[in-house]
């Protein structure tokens, strides 16, 4: 791997990265500028208190709401790239870093807890498949993955809501070393087992199946024969060969999930009223919200063109035929 390729190539990707930040900022203002509503009229809220044009458009200045859109687009950038998410709008005086900074731990621990749950089965799942094919783990291996992938998270989401507020206490009372698991809200750590299963079921189906599907294209393979022809067994086969090479496909499933975790979590949070980034970000839609809106988005395009770099020089490093030029 020579050093100018590698330089050339990260320079290239950081630009087209950068575009792409850019891109989705612009749009993003566009869109919630085009969104109906005022944001001013949510602020005020209903009261019965009258309001003059005069109050009004000093609000509008306050907030630079008055000031042309290329403007307010170019003020707002500038701030960003400085550091300075400024204020939300709804929630007066409060800066957007620190709501942003208040909800990132909950969906990063989320994401965590239901990608590692998914790694720890999905992987180990997939392999005895592949390795075990037409029998009843390969068959289990792909009904759980068919409901998992086609099973919605939200309708899922009620099922288990439904299931452990109403039935699970009045059969079982408390379970035993979980006690009782609440439908909603973060008040104990058994508030997180049902977003986390919602979550890594899906994680796991794809997991599953790209695990599976990775092995059973290995199997024939020349390298794996000459392995076995050397008289290996055939648990190191299996694990220095086979496994090892697997690695490219579950490394882009990960990466890409990690990458566009947002996706996954807004639905979760906002049915199990979670306050991480999802519910944030909906909320602040809802309430035409635009500086928390448009850096949450911003973020979030950062996060994945971040993460899709790593994953090309996590490819480098797991499998040496590729070269970066």
Avoid at 65 to 76: F, G, I, S, T
Avoid at 144 to 161: H, K, R, V
Avoid at 194 to 209: D, Y
Wanted: cysteine-free; overall charge positive; hydrophobic content about 55%.
């Amino acid at each position: 791997m020579r050093s100018p390729d590698v330089s050339t190539y990260l320079t290239f990707r950081i630009l087209k990265g950068l575009f792409v930040v850019v891109l989705i900022s612009v749009l993003t203002f566009i869109v919630m500028r085009m969104m109906p509503g005022d944001p001013v009229y949510l602020l005020l809220g209903e009261g019965q208190i009258p309001i003059t044009d005069a109050q009004i458009q000093s609000i509008r200045e306050k907030w630079g709401l008055d000031r042309p859109l290329p403007e307010q687009y170019l003020v707002w950038a500038a701030n960003l790239l400085r550091g300075d998410f400024g204020e939300s709008l709804i929630r007066a005086g409060v800066p957007v870093r620190d709501m942003i900074f208040e909800a990132i731990p909950v969906t990063a621990l989320l994401n965590a807890y239901a990608l590692g749950l998914a790694i720890v089965i999905a992987i180990p799942f997939g392999i005895a498949a592949a390795v075990r094919r037409n029998s009843w783990v390969d068959y289990s291996s792909n009904a759980i993955s068919a409901l998992g992938i086609a099973t919605p998270n939200f309708w899922l989401a009620l099922m288990l809501i439904v299931l452990f507020a109403l039935y699970v206490p009045r059969w079982f009372g408390e379970l035993p070393l979980i006690g009782r698991i609440p439908p909603f809200g973060l008040r104990s750590w058994q508030g997180w087992i049902l977003p986390v299963i919602v979550i890594a079921t899906e994680e796991m189906a794809v997991l599953m199946r790209i695990t599976r599907g990775a092995v059973l294209e290995l199997l024939p393979q020349d390298f794996v024969r000459t392995a076995r022809s050397k008289g290996l067994a055939e648990r190191a086969v299996l694990y220095r060969h086979i496994v090892a090479n697997t690695m490219l496909p579950v490394i882009t499933v990960i990466g890409f999930r990690i990458a566009f975790l947002l996706s996954g979590t807004i639905i979760v949070e906002t049915v199990f009223a979670l306050p991480g980034i999802g519910r944030l970000f909906v909320d602040s839609v809802l309430r035409l919200d635009y500086q928390v809106v448009q850096s949450l988005v911003v973020v979030f395009a950062v996060l994945v063109v971040v993460i899709n770099l790593l994953t090309d020089f996590v490819y480098a490093l797991v499998d040496p035929r590729i070269r970066i030029s």
